[in-house]
């Protein structure tokens, strides 16, 4: 079959939308357009459902399209060994996702030090929060993702790498610092919490779940996106945040942020790797995992 062909049918089952393939492919609409309509006639079978707001692949459509997958795998795969030679040299693109903590700390380092031992793979890092880093790599947009909540997700399947503290953050000289308090006196104080979606959130959510409350019985007065916006919050002194250790160890070593435990509440979360299900892995993404599993 035509790998052009089997492309763009998969980018507009994947994306839902023609416009929106042609985007991710670098064509035009018409072109994506054409090069279904020629796999359609030369199947026999109509593929893909037009008749909603979405465009749905119908039941041919969808047992090609896991088909399809393995062999523009297999192609990549190929064209990947053809280009590394007979050194057998790593090359290749590593395109990696992450939510915000192990984003902001771990991973760029880990991706820097292995560019390094292999300078023909050229490394990418994009940062999220964690539904959409998952949504990204079931996509395939991105090869792997490391996020710090597994989200059930039919597209992707999650390995555990490593497990991250959470603690709540105050700032230097409040009357929380280096204490245990209780939830009724965290009742009392400004908390500023992550937008819905950041892995820290939902692990502060389930944990509270299982002390018998509820986030929003803290009353929570900010919610204020991502990482480095509730840190720089608390820096500031507008109040307390649970965020990730990891993320904070340079300013409490600085002195700009101190830490507190909540009596009651061990939060901790497990690192874990997003991988899209039924991709098999290119030999640079392999030579990460390897690499990473080694050093944490």
Known sequence: MDTRQLRAFCAVVELKSFSQAAERLGVTQPAVSLQVRSLEKRLGRRLLDRSGRRVEPTEAGLALYR???????????????????EGGELGGTLAVGASTGPGSTVVPVLLCEFQ???????VSLSISDTQTVVERVAERELELGVVGAAR????????PLFR?????????GHRFAGRTVTL????EEPLIVMQEGAGVRQVIEDELRSAGTRLRELEPRLELGLQESVKAAVVAGFGVTFISRAAIDADLAAG?????????LDPSRQISLVRSAGRSPTRAAEAFL???RERL
């Not at 190929?78 to 280009?83: G, H, Q």
């Not at 059930?152 to 390995?159: I, L, M, N, S, T």
């Not at 700009?256 to 009651?264: D, E, H, I, M, S």
């Open 67 to 85: 088909g399809a997958q393995r062999m523009l795998q297999l192609e990549e795969q190929l064209v990947e060994e053809l280009e590394e030679g």
């Open 184 to 187: 009724d006196e965290l009742r």
């Open 116 to 122: 390094r031992e292999h300078p023909g793979v050229a």
């Open 152 to 159: 059930r997700h039919r597209g992707v399947a999650f390995e």
């Open 290 to 292: 390897a690499f990473a």
């Open 256 to 264: 700009t942020l101190a830490k507190a435990r909540v009596k009651g």
């Open 164 to 172: 991250d503290e959470v603690v709540l953050a105050v700032p230097p």
